[in-house]
Every structure is written in C-alpha cells, then in structure tokens.
C-alpha cells in the first residue's frame, strides 16, 4: 500500500534531469502514462520508493511537441516511449531501442492522437 504520493510538475527541457537525480537517489520507475488534452497531451512519470509514489507531469501543449527520451537514464522507460510513439503520434528523441512506431500492431497510426469528445448532456 502506498502511504504518499505527490505529483510535481515538470516540463520538456528538465525532464531528463529530473529522472536522472530519482534514479540515481534509489527510486524505481513505476509507470509513464499519458493522457490526451484538448491540444496536446500530459506525459506521467511515476516513481517509487519506499511505499512513496512520486510524479512527474510534463504537460505538451501540441501532439508535435518533441519529448526527450529517458530512456539512457532509465533503461525500461523505452517500453512506454514507443508506446507513446506509437499510440498518441509524439516524437520522443533518442530511445535507447527506437521501434520506429511498430511497437504495437494498429488499424490506424497514432490512435489517441484525436482529441478526446466533450460530453454532450443528453
């Protein structure tokens, strides 16, 4: 069970650093998620240590926002990062394994890419 957890923002130009300075302090990467905004999308990056759940949030303001890869710092980030690549259309720069958008076999490119519908009330 988690006893904390925090959400910090971050954004593109830090985020290497920020990964570098948690990894190197002993904390694991849990998850990077990402979400579709109106215009772009926020990129989750979650941590833990110690029952404590730390998260970095970089919001992109547009899909074609290119996302540094953390992936030299944190080997296991490539996973998500193609995933990313792949399912919302955003260049991440410098994977450490790049599958060049066929992580995942898709009908479509880029999936998520469309924004999300408002909901109409009914």
Not at 69 to 98: K, T, W
Request: aromatic share 10%.
């Amino acid at each position: 069970m988690i006893s904390e957890s925090t959400i910090e923002p971050a954004t593109v130009s830090d985020i290497v650093t920020r990964v570098e300075a948690l990894y190197r302090d002993g904390w694991r990467l849990a998850q990077i998620g990402c979400t579709r905004t109106a215009d772009g999308a926020e990129i989750n990056y979650s941590f833990d240590k110690a029952l404590t759940l730390r998260t970095l949030r970089v919001t992109l303001k547009s899909l074609q926002e290119t996302l540094p890869s953390v992936s030299r710092v944190c080997f296991p980030a490539f996973h998500y990062e193609n995933e990313i690549h792949d399912l919302f259309g955003i260049p991440v720069d410098g994977m450490a394994i790049d599958y060049k958008g066929d992580f995942y076999r898709k009908a479509h490119p880029a999936p998520f890419a469309k924004p999300p519908e408002e909901k109409k009330d009914v």
